[in-house]
């Protein structure tokens, strides 16, 4: 009896989704456990940079956003012990959607930093500013209902049977 992963184990996003249910159709343990380990020790990379930049004031946003950029290229690097390009594709699109995420919130820590430098009183340091979520930023539910969707209307303009949904 082979054993399935819960659709969910990647992540809500269309892409785990898919890469589960890619995994689970080919039932071979071995590349399940290669994806998985990509995966997990990928986010532990990501969750310890993300927690260093949040909640300790040593590491700045350009540092933070240089760190993005290294762990991205590792993860590219990382997928190719995967013989498979489709699932090579689907882990780094699981992977870099998250990275793009914080991506986007240095961009926005780096265009507020000169207005608070210029509102900075002579003498005092500037504030940091962290990438941290914006007041309007979509929350993760909201984020993946708006991937799903693209999917679906990525899925009725190809043709193509909606089956992850």
Not at 27 to 49: A, F
Not at 75 to 81: A, K, T
Not at 89 to 99: A, F, P, Q, S, T
């Amino acid at each position: 009896m082979k054993k399935q992963l819960d659709p969910h184990t990647f992540g809500s996003a269309p892409a785990a989704i898919y890469l589960t249910l890619i995994l689970n159709k080919q039932d071979e343990p071995l590349v399940t456990r290669k994806v998985s380990r990509i995966i997990n020790e990928s986010r532990k990379l990501l969750n310890d940079v993300v927690d260093s930049h949040y909640y300790s004031d040593h590491m700045s946003t350009s540092s933070f956003a240089k760190l993005l950029f290294i762990i991205e290229n590792n993860i590219r690097e990382s997928v190719f012990i995967l013989a498979d390009k489709h699932l090579q594709d689907l882990v780094i699109n699981v992977l870099v959607g998250e990275i793009k995420t914080y991506k986007n919130r240095t961009q926005r820590a780096a265009r507020i930093k000169p207005c608070v430098d210029r509102l900075t009183p002579e003498g005092q340091s500037p504030m940091m500013i962290k990438a941290v979520p914006g007041k309007n930023e979509q929350t993760r539910a909201q984020r993946v209902e708006w991937l799903r969707q693209k999917s679906r209307e990525y899925l009725d303009r190809k043709g193509k049977i909606n089956t992850l949904y």
